[in-house]
């Protein structure tokens, strides 16, 4: 009975086959543990159980509201804890900036195209000599490739040098990121040595997982100079080992917000040592739903800190909480808010069908990836995954990137994209920005962004750090949304790049822009006033960002560049002076450059004046008096100015900083 037993159990474990030995087609543990892995890939990666929960909707982008809530930090009580005090202000201004007098500082800002304003601005300077870096820091800034600050540095690291609170709005590729770490190095150098569970000196939040590392990339390079320490910190990374990067020291941390508050409960790092803190892209932040925990965040850190905002957009909100966590600060705005990279040639192709836009771009691809690398932006994920299959089955080598891939695979991505192993990268917007790859020349949006402002970052890939790019927008009549023509003829002329009749007529069937083009060609004796037939009013003083009662002209630098240039035609008597415009009466630089707050313009009493002057006669409303003539000012257009005379005539010599001589030194000496 036991034989029999004994010999059904071994015909149940061979199965129907005869001949198989169970030493052998039986799976033992080594070849179990491979074929675990293979169908868990991720399993044990940085982040598997750390990844934040984000959920990502059809087009790849973040659902704010469904990903994982994360409590702002506690209040505190500041005048409880003794903080030890620190010096902010590094800056001796050279003798040559020092020599020129207020026409040349006005010149010199036209030609950078700044536009400046704030209590008691510096002059921007036009070498790096003018600074006074000490020679280790200008040996790395040469050798990341800087030959002469750009427009944003040149304004807005003297101002940063000297201690100031900042508002720097500037254009993507604009060199912001260097602009705030190079200061940065010379505020730790200047403090005391770490001491054993000390937190960081400077904390730079950054909104995403990719911006935050392509920081923390340029930061380390600054960083090894002088033996400094920088730790990334982001959602999607290994907590465990933040937490203990934090806790062995680090003078620098580039991180998120929701990662920090986090690593803060954990006890794994404290702010108290925090007197540099910095928020990059601050408008994204908000976009994601970060605004309480950045305002936490700031209100953690002592009051006499400096603090940084740095974007490529300015919205509303952000001028509300840079009230709240900014001392006295300088806004400096390069170009248009908002407008694109005038070193990136735009192109809109107007197709009549989608199947247009695939013979398109197979038609012009290979010649495109001969230029350089080339990234092609998809506003859905699954259509992201149709066009990167489409291209491989030609051939091609393809890489892609969207939200529902795992950060490992990301990282993957971008470095193998950023070493040219492939010179095509299919991705959504979670690329479109803290991308920097130089050898990219040419961007491709095959499907049209969301909104503007997503497509003024997607192009900024290219053309990074004054390089020249091109940048092609592939457009559907019919399909994709009038709206969008009407926003990208705004932004196309505010940059001075050519619109395409097709696209102009196709924005004329906009009905709010087809109202502002009307409105610009009537007439009305020489005068445009805004839609809703506002006459201008006196803008309302915004303490702490530059405007005061007064409107002093000190505090302003005239406006230059395109939109300067095209105001000096049609409706340039309505420019003022300062060039900021800090209320609804900016909606009129919509009638020459970037029109996009001119659309939420209310009526009023004053619109009835020009709309329903019968209505004003039958009631008893006395009418208002007409606004004093020297409000409306005619634009002196300046041409387009040269470097001061006397900043090219004579040698420049260096003025080093003092950076008590803690070159090469290590942490714990």
């Given at each position: ?315 509303r909100r952000l001028e509300r909480l840079a009230r709240d966590i900014l001392l006295d600060p300088v806004r400096i705005i390069q170009g248009e808010l908002g407008e694109a990279n005038e070193d990136i040639t735009q192109h809109v192709e107007i197709f009549d069908k989608i199947e247009q836009k695939w013979d398109w771009l197979t038609r012009n691809l290979v010649r495109l990836t001969t230029e350089g690398s080339v990234l092609i932006f998809v506003t859905r994920k699954v259509h992201s995954e149709e066009v990167a299959q489409k291209l491989k089955s030609r051939d091609l080598k393809v890489l892609l990137i969207h939200g529902d891939m795992h950060q490992s695979d990301r990282n993957t991505v971008i470095q193998a994209f950023k070493r040219q192993e492939a010179p095509i990268l299919v991705a959504t917007d979670v690329a479109s920005r803290g ?235």
């Amino acid at each position: 009975m036991t034989k029999e037993s004994s010999s059904k159990a071994k015909k149940s474990t061979k199965g129907d086959g005869k001949g198989v030995r169970d030493d052998i087609e039986q799976e033992d543990e080594i070849e179990s543990y491979l074929r675990f892995m293979e169908e868990n890939p991720h399993l044990g990666l940085p982040g598997d159980d750390e990844e934040e929960v984000y959920e990502y909707d059809a087009d790849g982008n973040i659902i704010g509201t469904e990903k994982k809530t994360i409590d702002p930090l506690p209040p505190i009580d500041h005048s409880m804890i003794n903080y030890a005090p620190f010096a902010k202000n590094f800056y001796v201004e050279h003798a040559e900036i020092s020599s020129l007098d207020e026409a040349g500082v006005d010149s010199l800002r036209d030609k950078l195209g700044l536009r400046v304003s704030g209590p008691s601005p510096l002059r921007p300077v036009c070498s790096f000599a003018h600074l006074g870096l000490d020679e280790p820091l200008m040996e790395a800034i040469r050798k990341a490739g800087y030959t002469q600050p750009t427009p944003i540095q040149a304004q807005a690291v003297p101002l940063i040098l000297a201690g100031r609170d900042v508002i720097g709005i500037g254009k993507t590729g604009s060199g912001k990121t260097a602009a705030f770490l190079w200061p940065l190095i010379i505020h730790i150098m200047d403090q005391p040595e770490l001491k054993l569970g000390d937190g960081p000196i400077g904390v730079i939040c950054a909104p995403t997982r990719e911006l935050a590392l392509q920081i923390y990339s340029e930061a380390k390079k600054l960083a090894k100079v002088y033996n400094l320490t920088v730790v990334c910190a982001y959602g999607g990374g290994s907590l465990w080992e933040q937490q203990k990067a934090c806790e062995a020291g680090c003078e620098i941390l580039v991180c998120t917000p929701g990662r920090l508050i986090d690593i803060v409960k954990k006890k794994s790092t404290n702010l108290r040592r925090v007197t540099y803190l910095v928020f990059d892209e601050a408008d994204k932040m908000f976009n994601l739903g970060f605004e309480p925990q950045v305002r936490s965040i700031a209100n953690h850190v002592r009051p006499d800190r400096q603090t940084l905002l740095f974007s490529a957009t300015f919205k509303r909100r952000l001028e509300r909480l840079a009230r709240d966590i900014l001392l006295d600060p300088v806004r400096i705005i390069q170009g248009e808010l908002g407008e694109a990279n005038e070193d990136i040639t735009q192109h809109v192709e107007i197709f009549d069908k989608i199947e247009q836009k695939w013979d398109w771009l197979t038609r012009n691809l290979v010649r495109l990836t001969t230029e350089g690398s080339v990234l092609i932006f998809v506003t859905r994920k699954v259509h992201s995954e149709e066009v990167a299959q489409k291209l491989k089955s030609r051939d091609l080598k393809v890489l892609l990137i969207h939200g529902d891939m795992h950060q490992s695979d990301r990282n993957t991505v971008i470095q193998a994209f950023k070493r040219q192993e492939a010179p095509i990268l299919v991705a959504t917007d979670v690329a479109s920005r803290g991308l920097d790859i130089p050898s990219i020349h040419n961007v491709i949006n095959y499907e049209v962004a969301r909104d503007i402002d997503t497509h003024t970052h997607r192009i900024g890939r290219t053309g990074r750090a004054g390089a020249k790019g091109t940048a092609y927008t592939l457009f559907v009549a019919g399909k994709d949304p009038v709206d969008f023509a009407a926003c990208l003829v705004q932004h196309l002329e505010s940059g001075s790049q050519t619109v395409p009749k097709r696209l102009l007529d196709i924005a004329l069937k906009c009905t709010w822009f087809a109202n502002n083009r009307s409105s610009l060609n009537s007439g009305n004796g020489g005068c445009i006033r805004p839609s809703g037939g506002f006459e201008p009013r006196q803008p309302r003083a915004r303490p702490g960002l530059g405007l005061s009662s007064d409107s002093s002209e000190s505090n302003y630098c005239p406006r230059s560049g395109p939109a300067a240039a095209a105001a000096a035609g049609e409706g340039a008597e309505l420019i003022r002076p300062g060039g900021l415009q800090a209320d609804r009466f900016s909606a009129m630089k919509a009638a020459f450059s970037a029109q996009y707050n001119r659309r939420f313009v209310s009526a009023g009493v004053e619109a009835s004046r020009y709309t329903h002057p019968e209505m004003l006669k039958s009631s008893n409303t006395t009418d208002r008096p007409q606004l004093a003539d020297s409000f409306i000012v005619q634009s002196n257009n300046p041409e387009e100015s040269q470097c001061p005379q006397q900043l090219r005539s004579s040698p420049v010599t260096p003025q080093n900083v003092q950076t008590d001589s803690k070159q090469k030194r290590s942490r714990w000496d």
